[in-house]
């Protein structure tokens, strides 16, 4: 935590310097973050996680009957809009331009992502069987891989991937979703099952996915690699054995040829 606060110290001053704020700008009145205030400004923020407003000003309204008084008895709203303008998890000198070979679309928060990651393996140890499966941020910002599915609840959302332990629903290791990207010859399913599932190889473990993610090669993979699998298949999947297919149905008709 306290590198985290150094890096956001350093890089909030850095961005004061080239923001150009009006005379009655609330960034006129900036005033060093301390590290306690820190640790109340990020407590407000899983209190938002418990509580949930569509906007974020709500959370200070003064009205009667809506009015939570625990956040404007704690900090006041603009000092907390003027640590959110400024909170940083990156150095953003060091980004790599758009449309370079080496540009990260995650720089933003990489580094709190890793961190993250490892602390998710640090202090749980997943139990024998583990279940992978897509998930969503809701996101409405401008952001390249964003997407937008009328079929969920958060229609305008970030992807991710997330391996958990099926007993618990801890999440032990996640990925996130940025975007068509090369993939191998097994495809990007497959790719995306070879990121998340180190370090859980080896071990005797059996991961359960869903259809999406099922096929023989992963299958066949995960096996070598002393790593059962369970997951439903589908009938149109490439390079599915064909002893898996139903050759037709009561009716004599092909239920589906393989592609």
């Known amino acids: 935590m306290g590198v985290f606060l150094s890096l956001f110290f350093r890089y909030a001053a850095d ?14 009145s900036r005033v060093d973050v301390t590290v306690k205030e820190m640790w109340v400004f990020f407590e407000l923020v899983i209190a938002m996680g418990l509580v949930v407003i569509d906007d974020l ?21 603009d ?35 890793t ?9 749980f140890k997943p139990g024998r069987n583990i279940a ?16 937008y599915n ?14 958990c ?30 990121q998340l599932k180190t370090p859980f190889l080896g071990c005797g473990r059996v991961l359960y996915v869903d259809n999406y993610y099922t096929s023989h090669d992963l299958f066949t993979s995960l096996k070598n690699q002393r790593t059962l699998a369970c997951g439903t298949l589908r009938l149109n999947k490439r390079h599915g054995p064909s002893e898996v297919y139903a050759p037709e149905t009561e009716e004599g008709r092909p239920l589906s040829q393989p592609h």
């Open 57 to 77: 000003d709500e959370y200070w309204s003064e009205d009667e009957i809506f009015s939570l008084p625990l956040f404007r008895s704690i900090m006041k709203w």
């Open 115 to 123: 961190s993250l990651k490892d602390n998710f393996l640090r202090v």
């Open 150 to 163: 009328p079929n969920k609840p958060d229609k305008s959302c970030i992807k991710d991937f997330e391996l």
């Open 165 to 194: 332990d099926s007993a618990t629903g801890y999440c032990s290791n996640l990925e996130f979703s940025t975007g068509k990207q090369d993939s191998s010859t097994f495809g990007a399913t497959y790719d995306v099952v070879d």
């Open 132 to 147: 992978l499966d897509g998930a969503t941020v809701a996101w409405r910002g401008p952001l390249a891989f964003r997407v």
């Open 79 to 113: 000092r907390f809009c003027l640590i959110l303008s400024f909170l940083h998890v990156c150095n953003n000198r060091e980004q790599v331009p758009q449309g370079q070979a080496d540009q990260d679309p995650l720089f933003k928060i990489r580094n709190f992502v």
């Open 15 to 28: 961005t004061l310097q080239d923001k150009e704020a009006s005379p009655s700008s609330r960034f006129k």
